[in-house]
């Protein structure tokens, strides 16, 4: 059954709207008529049941027949710190990959040694891409809540929120494994950033900042990961590490 997230007000009583571009998709991608079964996610953790009752180009209507509470969402929210690659395509991975893990959320940030800073229209744009990738990749993985977003311009501003855990991905002496570093901290993590820089690697002076904030440098192991493949890896590994067995999926 085709998932689409709508806004909570798009939800009235067993009358539910679909916006144009869910239209849009149900039209000519899933080429659906009136009496096809769909399910609704508010973005609150509910799903509901719905049939189609009216479908044109800009808009669908859709009659709830059931609801329930969804329980597919992690308990330990990772936050992932991803510095902004030189490549749209790179981040997008990110994003898509991450969302179908289990990431609650995403702050990207210009790093110093990076090549890529947004501003303006450009950056608008690039969000608003952003944002449907997520809704995609959320819907697709039958995820109960959205991962939420935002772009900042330094790696200082990423991290002004409190974790119970900071990793810092960056390649150096002294570095421990997600293992060592999980079985060494005082309580279970609730909520953990994990911070990923570019190609080029984080700045001596980013790095300062991490560890300043209290992160700890964590090792991916041997071998040297893709920025796109490092934040994928890690949020896996946490998850697999901390997520009670029965909630994992195959």
Not at 50 to 74: F, G, I, M, N, P
Not at 166 to 186: D, K, Q, V, W
Request: hydrophobic fraction near 45%; charge should be negative.
């Amino acid at each position: 059954m085709t998932r689409f997230f709508v806004r909570p007000d798009q939800i009235t009583g067993d009358e539910a709207t679909l916006d144009a571009e869910d239209a849009h998709h149900l039209r000519v991608v899933l080429h659906a008529e009136v009496g096809h079964q769909i399910a609704l996610l508010d973005g609150l953790g509910n799903e509901y049941f719905a049939v189609l009752t009216a479908l044109s180009k800009t808009r669908a209507s859709a009659k709830v027949t059931s609801a329930h509470t969804l329980d597919t969402e992690a308990k330990t929210r990772i936050i992932v710190a991803q510095a902004l690659p030189k490549m749209a395509e790179k981040m997008e991975q990110v994003l898509q990959r991450c969302t179908e893990i289990g990431a609650a959320g995403f702050i990207v940030f210009a790093a110093d040694k990076g090549q890529v800073h947004l501003e303006g229209e450009r950056q608008t744009k690039r969000e608003g891409r952003w944002s449907a990738i997520v809704k995609t990749a959320a819907e697709q993985a039958h995820r109960a809540l959205l991962s939420s977003i935002q772009y900042t311009d330094s790696l200082g501003a990423a991290m002004r929120d409190d974790y119970d855990l900071i990793l810092l991905a960056h390649t150096e002496n002294g570095a421990r494994p997600t293992r060592e570093i999980l079985e060494s901290a005082a309580k279970t993590p609730g909520k953990i950033l994990i911070i990923i820089g570019p190609e080029s690697g984080l700045s001596a002076a980013e790095a300062a900042v991490a560890r300043k904030a209290g992160a700890q440098t964590i090792s991916l192991g041997p071998r040297i990961l893709r920025t796109e493949t490092a934040a994928m890896a890690l949020t896996a590994q946490l998850l697999y590490a901390l997520e009670p067995a029965e909630n994992r999926s195959n």
